[in-house]
Structure formats: structure tokens, C-alpha cells
């Protein structure tokens, strides 16, 4: 089965520096990939989906990238604020659903 | 812009009762799906339907089903509920054949005693 792997210690950055978050998947080769924010007790929220044929899409201060030789996306967040403060969720398009990784801790001190 | 809605918010049942979960989509979208996230889980997909006819399958019990209806909103239904199904339960929409992110709403807290 498929199989995804986020970061599983929070990352903890200052304000203003770049917070990069990675998500790595197993069995399996996406035509797409797609990134969530969630914030407590809260539904996900869609940020960014990249395509396999996407080396890198950007957003305002967000970016990814998608390497399929890797099986390896990259979340960046440039000029992080605490209010990028949440739970950043990688997932892949299986069929019509979306399987989602673990997520990952950001916390952003000022 | 409007957002999928779900209701109720919150819901506390006992074990061994049933409890019904709606969901409202996002007006013009056709596609709903159900997610269950235990605590400090990420969202697990239980099911989702195309025009009112179930699309794709996932960890379902056999004790929950769903269903979608002619005006789009969907109810998961949860028999003989047990200490474990306590968890968020989302639901989230998108369009066939438009953008493929999926809109979530903001879920049911369902507490099983």
C-alpha cells in the first residue's frame, strides 16, 4: 500500500527564516501532490498541488517541489510568521481520494 | 465564498447508539468525501460519491454507510458506535472534471461514551 512519511518532529524556526518541510512516499508514483494546512480541531485547508510533470510550482511565500526519481516533495515557506504556525499535511491522489501523510509541526517564534 | 458545511458541530453518544452526519457541499460541486482523524491521526478516507452513486471506498466499518442525495448533501450513518470511532469526522467536496484540491469543511467532534 502506499505509504508517506513527513517529518515527524515538529519544526521549530525564527521568524523571517525559511521553514522547508518534506514529504517522502513508497509504493506508489502520483500524477499529483498535494499540500494542506491544518490548524487544531480545524478541516484541512489546500495550499499548493504540483504535478509529476512540475519540477517546482509557487504561491506568494510558499513553494514545492516534486521530484519523482526521489519520490520526494519539498514545502518551503519563505519570510516565515508565527501565523504560518500549524500542521502542514503532504497527500496523494489515489484514485479519487487522497491519502495523507502524518503531517508536520511548524512553529514559528517571533 | 461558501464553504461545506457540517452538521452538528459537536455530538456525545454511548456506545452501542447510532449517530447521523451531514454534510453540505460547496453549491455547483458533485463529488463528496468523508474523512475520519483520530487523535494526533491524519485524515483517513472512509468514502466518497460522485452524482448521488458511491465512487471510491476506503477503511469503512461495515457498520457505517453513506449516502449522497439528489441535491448533493451527503449523511454518514454510524450504528452500534464503539469507544473507538471517537474522532473528527470531515467532509469535503470538489468538482469533477474542475480543480482537483478538495474543500473541506470544518467536521463533527463525535465524543462515544
Known amino acids: 500500500s502506499q505509504k508517506i512519511e513527513q517529518n515527524s518532529e515538529a519544526l521549530n524556526i525564527q521568524e523571517g527564516k525559511t521553514a522547508t518541510l518534506t514529504c517522502n512516499y513508497t509504493n506508489y508514483s502520483p500524477a499529483y501532490l498535494q499540500w494542506y494546512r491544518q490548524d487544531p480541531g480545524r ?19 510558499l513553494k514545492v517541489t516534486f521530484d519523482t526519481t526521489l519520490k520526494q516533495s519539498l514545502f518551503h515557506i ?8 500549524a500542521t502542514y499535511l ?11 501523510g502524518a503531517g508536520t509541526i511548524l512553529r514559528v517564534k517571533s | 465564498a461558501a464553504g461545506v458545511i457540517q ?8 456506545k452501542r447508539e447510532t449517530a447521523t452526519l451531514k454534510c453540505y457541499p460547496i453549491p455547483r460541486h458533485d463529488t463528496v468525501y468523508w474523512y475520519q482523524q483520530g487523535p494526533g491521526q491524519d485524515p483517513q478516507f472512509l468514502i466518497s460519491f460522485y452524482e448521488k452513486m458511491q465512487s471510491d471506498k476506503g477503511s469503512i466499518p461495515d457498520r ?18 464503539e469507544l473507538g470511532d471517537s474522532a473528527l469526522y ?7 472534471g474542475g480543480p482537483r484540491e478538495q474543500y473541506f469543511g470544518p467536521g463533527t467532534r463525535l465524543t462515544v461514551t
Open chain 1, 43 to 61: 478541516g484541512p485547508v489546500f495550499l499548493l498541488l504540483i504535478r509529476e510533470n512540475e519540477k517546482e510550482k509557487r504561491k506568494e511565500r
Open chain 1, 78 to 85: 519563505t519570510a516565515s510568521q508565527p501565523a504560518d504556525s
Open chain 1, 90 to 100: 503532504c497527500a496523494l491522489e489515489y484514485g479519487n481520494k487522497l491519502v495523507f
Open chain 2, 7 to 14: 452538521s452538528p458541530r459537536h455530538l456525545i453518544k454511548e
Open chain 2, 64 to 81: 457505517f454507510s453513506a449516502q449522497q442525495f439528489s441535491d448533493y448533501h451527503s449523511e454518514l450513518n454510524m450504528s452500534s458506535l
Open chain 2, 90 to 96: 470531515f467532509c469535503a467536496s470538489s468538482i469533477t
